[in-house]
């Protein structure tokens, strides 16, 4: 018999610029990380992203996708960057703004 305490608490993170999903999940002991993006059925809820090639971490480390998770981890998808920071800095830079300027400063 299954009780509680063979379940371990996650989370699971992705964010668009149009939403984001915080799912707080109660999982079995042993799965990984691609375990439980597949039961939060993430790439149905974002059928634009291609949540199976995009990358993934725990608290903000990148891990694989056959990480086990621990209870109270953090799973997190990320989308690729749109502009390289660095590139956004030296653009902004350029315009003699900085990354913390609204358009109107």
């Known amino acids: ?3 509680m ?3 371990i608490a996650v989370e ?3 964010a668009t610029p149009q939403s984001q999903l915080l ?4 999982v079995d002991h ?9 039961r939060a059925s993430v790439a149905e809820q974002f059928p634009d992203l291609h949540v199976s090639e995009l990358l993934v971490g725990v608290w ?8 086990v998770v621990s209870d109270g981890d953090r799973i997190e998808i990320y989308r690729p960057l749109q502009i390289d920071p ?3 800095r030296r653009t902004l830079a350029e315009l003699g ?7 109107e400063d």
């Open 1 to 3: 018999m299954r009780t």
């Open 5 to 7: 305490a063979d379940q």
């Open 12 to 14: 699971l993170v992705i």
């Open 23 to 26: 799912l707080a999940l109660e």
């Open 30 to 38: 042993g799965v990984t990380v691609a375990d439980v993006i597949s």
């Open 60 to 67: 903000g480390r990148q891990v694989s996708r056959d990480h």
């Open 86 to 88: 660095r590139e956004a």
């Open 97 to 103: 703004r900085t990354m913390g300027q609204s358009p």
